[in-house]
């Protein structure tokens, strides 16, 4: 059985965005692969609430595992995905101005 380790790198864990833009790519893949804490339960990773109510944290390992045979650059894209901090800074608002004249 193909599987691999990643360790989390979003800041918010796998929630919200980064546990929907993974299940998508599971999705996508058209291999059944699930994601779960190393010698924990584990999930079907095509799921979002799933995924989310593993509440996998930043810096947290997880193990992707399947069942389907050459899967492995599946699994390898998924590791890669996983391990980068997607997170996007909120670009700075700037000097705030007034939306009206004072009175």
Known sequence: MPSRAATIA???????????????????????ITVGRIGGN????ASVLAVMMLGIRCGEEVVLSTEHPGSEKV??????????????PTAPLGP????????
């Not at 979003?10 to 993974?22: K, M, N, V």
């Not at 584990?42 to 990773?45: A, P, S």
């Not at 705030?96 to 009175?103: G, I």
């Open 96 to 103: 705030m101005r007034p939306t009206s004249d004072p009175v």
């Open 42 to 45: 584990t999930v079907n990773g």
């Open 10 to 32: 979003s800041p918010i864990g796998l929630h919200a965005r980064p546990a929907t833009e993974f299940s998508r790519k599971v999705s996508a893949s058209g291999i059944p």
């Open 75 to 88: 699994l390898d894209d998924l590791v890669a995905f996983l391990e980068v901090d997607h997170h996007l």
